[in-house]
């Protein structure tokens, strides 16, 4: 089955500057990858999600690219801000079978001032 | 409704009690998991049901953990004879085909 590998676990920027978040899945066969955000106490809410037919999308500060045939998807957020401090988690699946979501441990972000 | 819903919100129980998570998804989501996660920590599948196909179990910790999901919509998680380890927040979501929507979850404290 799918494995979703995400990295780093922790991850402290200065404010105003970029962060990467990168995950790497193990079935070829995947073909949508979401990411969500989950602030403390929250639920989880997906910020960006990319389908395996393109390779980048970007949704104001944040971008998500896709390499398939390293078979690894990033999260870039640019100029970053305190309200980005949160838990990311990138996910995969194959959607047009319905199969599970795979989700990846999760990065804590800290937005340092 | 608007979205997914759980109940109850809290739920203290004290070892060796039996629980009931129940999970509202949104109207013709035919896609529906349970997810447990522990203070700081990620994810943890529990269970997934799709349409009219056999679950898959695979994410239950052990035989105590059951689920079930009632025609197509609601879906109970049982937890028999609790124990410490089981206190967690437990998150339901729901989907069809792409995005999942998460509800609020239920926190689960068992003394």
């Known amino acids: 089955g799918e494995n979703v590998e995400q990295h780093p676990s922790t991850l402290s920027v200065q404010e105003g500057d970029s962060a990467v978040i990168k995950c790497t899945y193990s079935d070829s066969a995947s073909n949508y990858f979401p990411w969500y955000k989950q602030e403390l106490g929250k639920r989880p809410q997906l910020i960006i999600d990319?389908?395996?037919?393109?390779g980048e999308k970007k949704d104001q500060r944040i971008a998500v690219t896709l390499n398939k045939t390293a078979k690894h998807f990033s999260l870039h957020i640019t100029e970053t801000q305190p309200e980005d401090s949160a838990v990311y988690f990138c996910a995969a699946s194959r959607v047009n079978r319905d199969d599970k979501i795979i989700f990846g441990k999760g990065t804590r972000l800290h937005i340092l001032p | 409704g608007a979205g997914v819903s759980q109940s109850p919100s809290n739920k203290v129980t004290e070892k060796g009690k039996d629980v009931e998570l129940r999970c509202d998804p949104i109207s013709g989501h035919t896609a529906l998991y349970w997810y447990r996660q522990s203070l700081g920590q990620g994810l943890e599948f529990l269970i997934y049901f799709q349409g009219n196909s056999a679950p898959d179990k695979s994410g239950l910790p052990s035989d105590r953990f059951s689920a079930e999901r009632t025609g197509g919509s609601v879906s109970t998680l049982t937890i028999q004879r609790t124990q410490q380890e089981d206190s967690a927040v437990y998150l339901c979501?729901?989907?069809?085909?792409?995005?999942?929507?998460f509800g609020p979850g239920t926190r689960l404290t068992v003394l």
């Open positions: 990319i389908r395996s037919n393109v």
């Open positions: 979501a729901s989907s069809s085909l792409r995005e999942q929507f």
